[in-house]
Structure formats: C-alpha cells, structure tokens
C-alpha cells in the first residue's frame, strides 16, 4: 500500500488544542511540512507565543521554548545569537506579535535579525475570548468592540507586512491567506521561502497568515472560511510586500 | 598578583567576560552606561555578542533566549530599568534558567535621580517579578567583590539554575580602586542537558516554559524550586563580621553604605562604644542566623540605607524583637556621613 498522507515528521502525535475548524492547524501543518522538506527539524528552534498556539511547544517536534506575551521576536534573537548555526522561528498571533510585542517584531526586523516570523493575524485575540486586537477591522464587533471597531476612540488596524516593508532591516514579508487550497499552497511557498531566507543568511523574514477564528468570530469553520475572504481580505491585501530574497549577500 | 585602577562598572563587565559570558544586552541608563560600553568595545574582540536592544524588556527576553540555547548571558541596568526587567526575572524563574543581571541603583520612584542610592531592595529581594520565586542578590561593597562575585554569580546561576543579581549602586559603578583579576575555576557543571540547541535527531526535544496548566503539577514544581532555593540558602549565604565579637551595639548595612558604617564603627570605637558591623554579602538569601546570633548579644541595632529604610525589615524579623532597631537613613541620593551614622549609634544607646 502507498501512503499519500500522513502527519509531518515536524508534528508531534499529541493533538493539538486548537477549535475545530481553526485554521492554526492547517498553519502549523505548513511549517511542519516545510521543516521536513528542508530537513531542518534537528537544527531547528521555535518560540511559541502567548495566544492560543500556546501550546505550540507540545505540537512541534523541534527544540521549543515558551516566551513571555509578545516577546517572542528577542527570545528569538538570543537563541539564534547563541547559536547561529540554529534555523530560530516564531508563531506568534497579531495580540502577541502587533500590540504587546510591537517593539521586539519592529526592532528585530530593524536588526535583520536572521530568523522566521510566522505571524498569524484572525483579527481578534483568541485565546483570552475574544477582545478586540490592534487587526481587527473598522466596525467589526469583538468583546471589547460590542458596538463594532469605532476608529474614532478605538484608532486603525495595523498593517503588519505593509509597516515592516518600509524598514531596511526587513528581507522578506509577504501576506498569505488560508482560507482555499490555492491560498493554501501559496502560503506553504511563501513559508518555505521564508525559511529558506534564513538557511541562506539572508536576514529577518516574515509571513502574515491570514486566518480564522470560528469560535470568537461566531460562526461555523466554513462561514469563518468565507467571512474570511469576504472582509479581509480585501483590507488585508494579498501579496509579496518586500523580498530582498533574491539580492546576492 | 599585579592589580589595574578599574571603575566598577567597567570591572564587572570584565569579570563577565572572563567568565565565560559572550552575550550581554543591553539599554542605555545612568548610572551603569560603562558597563554597556565596555561589553560593547570588548564583545567583538572575544567573538561574543554585545546587542543594544530597543528596552529593558527586549534585553531580557533576548537573554532569557540566549539562556536557553545554553550560553552565559548576561544584562545590566540602573533601577527604573530593573523595572522594566521584572516581567523576564519571573519568566527566567519559572523556566529555570540561569542569567546574571546587574543593578547599579539610582534614586527613585519615578525617574528619580541618577544619583546613588539604595532604594530597590524590596525590589531585589522581595520581588522584581510575579509569583512564587526568588532572584539570589549579591551586594558587593568594593570593586575587588564586584569582580569576585561576578564570577561567583556565574557559577551559582549555573549550578541551581537561577538568576543572580549584583545589586551594587552609583558610588560603586563609579568609583575606581585597585583590582586583580583572577578567574577562579569554575563549579559549574559542564553540561546543559536541558539547552535547546536543536536535537541534531540525537536526542529527544527539549522545552523551556513555564507554563504548567494543571495546578497539582505547578504546586510540585514551585515547591520543588523552592527545594533548590532551601539549598542556596545553606550553601550561598554570606555576611561579612566587623568587630561583632564583642560588641554592644551592631550596625548592619550593605553595598556603599557598609564602607560609611565601617567607619562610623571605628570612630564609636575611639569614644570607647563597642560598636561592630554586621554587613550583608548576600541580601537574598539573607544572614538572618548571624543577626539573630547577634541580637542575643548586643543592646540594639542601627540599621544604615540610603534609603527609607528597607533591608531595616529583615533586619527586625531576624532579630526577633530580641533588641531595638534603630534606623540611620538618607534618601533622594543623599549619602549619610560617618557623622550622621555615629550620632544613630550613640542615640539608639541611649
Ligand atoms: C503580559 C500578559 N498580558 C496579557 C495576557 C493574556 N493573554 C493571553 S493570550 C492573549 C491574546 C492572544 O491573542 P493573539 O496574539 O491574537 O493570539 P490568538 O489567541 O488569537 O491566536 C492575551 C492578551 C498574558 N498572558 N500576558
Ligand atoms: S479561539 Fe479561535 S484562534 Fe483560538 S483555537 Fe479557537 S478558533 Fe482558533
């Protein structure tokens, strides 16, 4: 018999804790995917966040070390100083990574700092119910938006890879999706080319995930998957916002 | 053993190296600046790493992952600094690590002074973090112990995997004296078995967290560290005894203020009072047995902090309300003269 499927040696066999129908699961099978491909599970470190991936340290069969809330970009930083030959990414949600954690995503990417950033952005703080976080959207109501986002007290969205490409530090930062299997199989590329990036010393790399969050939304996986693409999506543009990928070092 | 002219802070980044630390992060604060900058002129020469983060808060998470992945790591600050450091002292607890931190007391709250002083005692020893854990604070009082107990930081922070902090303050960082710099061998065991170095598919994965969602696991694992802690207090308490032997009265003081009271005990001594120094090496644990030793003795004690008067509470605690506490204090990065802590001595004798 053939097997044309199966978990990725980078998982472990513990299940995960995440919702069903949350897309982290399907985020967290592309990285796994992507270190077995590279064969970079042995030389390989994750920092898992505050936020629902948590427990990021359980799922993955690398090294992992668990980082206080939003400071996962300079735990990063000091494992992959201590051992550079180390590949070092993040998990980290748009809580941990474009509130708390501004300043260490923004210096970190200031610095070049060579390691992998995987930014998940569901446009809500997850794991602590619901509340409203620095990428959710104009009018859309949370626990702490009940009337929905007003920008007139509650200010704008960030806009993670558009301000990280305005900094020299930033090699590559491209906005995926995972809400259909072709979005699927770009933001697999696009995750494979930001670590690859840093195998090839090319510097600080990020994808931002866009992603789902059935139970704090309130609605089914399939309608989050369209609510997804239909809200947004269209705020949140798709694309490669800078790679410097190619530049000879 | 020749000696050089070092200031403090610079002596101590130097012992640092010596030991072995490669990696230092740092912020820029007044009154520790010479240390950042000698880390930074001397780190590219050893092939270490000297990193300016973007605050306090992103230093010590970039030691905590330097931690982790096994390597001596180290930061340093000034109080409102140390602050902001508090959040990485209780993670660095919680995921049992070791990393050395420096503090070079300034005058607080608030943004204070940049002048000395002696006010985050409660910050060192009582807290600097949340939850149940303790950070080992050494309270060198002479450039020569900076250097000493830098090395010694390493090794215990290493040996019980726990942080250690050196609380010095603004005379101390600054001044100069006389130093020989000997590297003593190192205790330390010499290997990280828990350090995530990748596993090289040789081992199995390693974790470094501190979250424990079960309260029956987190309550085995906080008592099991406090375990650890019960053994630092036997092994790691140190206190230094001026004249005690036949004292009648007992000053205690610590770090710079120590140097004041040494004197103020030696000119009690020329009126004929029988005055002795207790001083305090190690601040967490506390020498709370040589204290307690003591208040059998003596008529009282004058506690002297450039302060408004903190360590004075484990002071009354060791001493059991045996004998009266008295306390000299300035603060706002005011220095007490000799003077001033001979006429505390003479008054609580009264
Ligand atoms: C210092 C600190 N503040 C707040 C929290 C509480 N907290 C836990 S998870 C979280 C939000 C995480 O949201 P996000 O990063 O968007 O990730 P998600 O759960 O949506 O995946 C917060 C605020 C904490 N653990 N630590
Ligand atoms: S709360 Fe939302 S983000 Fe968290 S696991 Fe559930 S669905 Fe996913």
Known sequence: MKTVFQRPNALTDMPTSYCPGCTHGIIHRLVAETLDELELTGRTVGIAPVGCAVLAYNFFACDMVQSAHGRAPAVATGVKRANPDNIVFTYQGDGDLAAIGTAETVHAAARGENITIIFVNNAIYGMTGGQMAPTTMPGQVTQTSPYGRDTTTAGFPVHVCEMLASLQGTAYCERVAVDSVPNIRKAKAAIKKAFQNQVDGKGFSLVEVLSTCPTNWGLTPVKALDWLRDNMMPYYPLGVYKDRSAEEL | ?350
């Open chain 2, 1 to 350: 053993m020749e000696k050089v002219l070092m200031k403090g802070n610079e002596a101590i980044a130097e012992a640092a190296v010596m030991a072995g630390c490669k990696h230092f992060f740092g912020y820029p604060i007044t009154p520790q600046n010479e240390l950042a900058a000698y880390m930074s002129q001397r780190m590219p020469r050893v092939g270490g790493t000297y990193l300016q983060a973007e605050s306090e808060i992103a230093a010590i998470n970039m030691v905590i992952g330097a931690a982790a992945a096994g390597v001596r790591a180290m930061t340093s600050s000034s109080s409102p600094g140390i602050a902001l450091k508090s959040e990485g002292l209780s993670y660095l607890a919680g995921c049992d690590l070791p990393a050395v931190l420096v503090n070079v007391q300034r005058a607080g709250p608030g943004l204070g002074g940049i002048q000395p002083s002696q006010a985050d005692y409660f910050m060192a020893v009582k807290g600097g973090g949340h939850g149940d854990f303790h950070t080992v604070v050494f309270a060198p009082n002479s450039i020569q112990e900076m250097v000493d107990y830098t090395f010694a930081a390493f090794d215990i922070a290493e040996k019980y995997r726990v942080t250690v902090m050196l609380l010095t303050d603004g005379i101390l960082g600054q001044m100069m004296e006389p130093v020989a710099l000997i590297a003593p061998e190192t205790k330390a065991p010499a290997e990280k078995p828990w350090a995530v170095t990748g596993t090289k598919g040789a081992r199995p994965k390693n974790i470094v967290n501190s979250l424990y969602l079960s309260p029956e696991l987190l309550e085995k694992v906080n008592i099991a560290r406090f375990e650890r802690y019960d053994e630092i207090k036997r092994n790691e308490t140190r206190c230094e005894l001026y004249k005690t032997d036949d004292a009648e009265i007992c000053v205690v003081a610590y770090g710079a203020a120590s140097r004041i009271s040494r004197n103020a005990v030696e000119m009690a001594r020329a009126k004929g009072i029988r005055a002795g120094l207790i001083r305090p090496i190690t601040l967490w644990p506390f020498p709370s047995d040589a204290i307690l030793e003591a208040a059998d003795r003596v008529k009282a004690f004058t506690v002297v902090e450039m302060s408004m008067g903190q360590m004075i509470q484990d002071v009354e605690l060791a001493a059991r309300c045996k004998k009266p506490v008295n306390l000299c204090f300035r603060t706002g990065g005011m220095v007490p003269s000799p003077e001033e802590v001979l006429k505390s001595i003479e008054e609580v004798l009264r």
